[in-house]
Structure formats: C-alpha cells, structure tokens
C-alpha cells in the first residue's frame, strides 16, 4: 500500500530536512492495525532525529514521529474486527508523520470525542510525565519538586500530577508568559532561568532543606546542579537532553555537553542515597508494551475525571511541518504541538 508521509531527507535545519511524497507500508502483521490519520503530534526527540542527535531514529530517509489521532481502517487480526472504525489515539515506532500508519494492536485507545489536538496533549508527553511520576516513582504530598521546561508538554502535565499528590512545586521556564502559564496550572513558584541562576533561587526558596525529586528534560550542565540540590532519597529523572541542542559543533557539542553532565561513581549515589533515573520511553515501548497501554489508560481516566488539563499548543498542516518544527525549536512554545493533514 502506498501513502502520503512527510519524509525526513537530511540532516540539518528544519526548511530543507523534509519532503512530501509517498512511501510503501509492508503488510499487516497478526498484532498491527492500520490507521488514516487526521493529525501527529511533534516532540523533541524528532527535532533530535532532524539533528542527527538521536541514534534511535532509522536510517535516512525515514519516517519520524511518535503518536497520531485517527480511524482504524484495516486490521491484521479477524479477531479484531470490531476495532474498523473507531477512532483512536495511537504510538507508533516512528512512522507517524504519513497519512496511513501501521502500528500495534495493543499502542491504540478508543477516543471518541476528544479533539485531535487535545488528544495529542495525552500522548506521549502525558504518558511520559505519568510513568515518572506515578508508575516507576510516587510523588508523596511532602515533596519538594522542581520541573524543568515546566511550560511543555510533559512539564505541564508534571505540574497537575504533583499537586494531585500535594507536593510543592518549583517550575523552571525561560519567559515572563511561561512563568504565568506554570502558575495558572498549580506552580507553586517559578523562576525564568534566563534572568536568574536557578540554582541559588532554589536553594532561597527552601531555605535550608533539599529538594525531593528534579525532572530534567535539559541535562547537560543542569545535571550536577539538579544533584546538589537534591537531599537524601532525592531521586534526578533525566528525560530529555534540550541543551545538547544549542551545540553547534557537531562532536565537540557532543563531548562538551557529555562533560558538563560529569563521571559519577555509583557507590556515591548509594553512600548519599540519591538516584538517577533514565527515561526512554521508546525502549519502555519496546520491552514492556503494556506499561505504555497502561499508563496510557490512567491519563486519559484522570482528564476525564478533570484532574488534569493537557496545555495545547499551536496547529499547523502538514505543508507547514518546517515552521513547526522551527517553532518547537525555538524554545517559544508551550503544551503540545499538533500537525494536521487537512
């Protein structure tokens, strides 16, 4: 079968990196569902692929992207019959910037009503936030938790699940709109990282006392002031590397930013009871399939139950994937940003 898809051609800015044509997809297997998709959503690790920054991304040319809004129209399975039809939100391995996606039978959920772009919100970025904060580690209402990136799309969602549990929340952001938009949502305090060093803003705010927990999306020289500020059971979830993305350097930006994360020995981690924790969720996806499914499920039950309210972001079409991608980039934007087909 053929279908329309935005193809990641090179590496390098966003204006020259992608063409619009038609690729073939292989035939079902027994566990995958066929989509027609009204719109994907973006995350940074597809602005990391166009970079050349994410060894996770298939080979040139390819198709990118994570999470899709549409209808299953064709299923591997006879048994999964009922399934044509519905709309859904969906994973996939890549793949989803085309117009018709393959993609697990197991990766989809039934989304009747909800708009594409508030759908999207839920994606991966919700799942991501939900998995750190509640499946692998629970926030507890005594905790001081510090978000970076607190505007995004998993930095939004982190904001509401931690004041769900009561803790008290310190969001990081880079401008005076985003610093309003942490607030509105539950932020206890925010600090813009531009005008000041967060690091000795959060060491005044806690006036003694250590952090609990740190998400950082940033990494490289945050890491070690995210793990000087953490007290003991302090735990640093790393999720993103955005400041690998100022390098302009090609392996120098690389070593540069690998060096300002530091060496650690792990024996000093259990001697100061602090943790590290890894996230990829592309590699949860891989190994332990359900834990998306279910994580996935308990975001969609909490919006439902108005718990949390993803931030949506801008809209773009397909003909416009190079000023979304621009755009993510930037560092402007906030919540999710979704791209339609039509």
Known sequence: MRTQAIILTKIGAAESAFSHDEVTLPELKEDEVLIDSEAFGLNYADVMARRGLYNEAPPLPCVIGYELVGTIIQVGNKQDQQLIGQRVLAFSRFGAYAKKVITKRHAVISLPETSAEMAMALSTQAVTAFYMSNYISTIRSNDWVLIHAAAGGVGSILIQLAKLAGATVIAKVSSHEKEILAKNIGADFTINYLEKDYEKEIELLLNGRRLDI???????????????????????????????????????????????????????????????????MLKIADNKPHVIQECMEEVISLFYAKKITPIVGKTFHVKEISKAHDYLESGLSTGKITVFWD
């Open 214 to 280: 740190s998400f950082n999306a940033v990494a490289g020289s945050t890491v070690k002031k995210d793990l000087r500020l953490l007290g003991s059971g302090g735990r640093l979830f790393l999720f993103g590397g955005a400041e690998l993305l100022k390098g302009r350097m090609g392996i120098f930006s690389k070593l540069s930013f690998l060096r300002k994360m530091g060496l650690f020995i792990p024996v000093a981690f259990m001697m100061r009871s602090k943790s590290i924790l890894g996230i990829n």
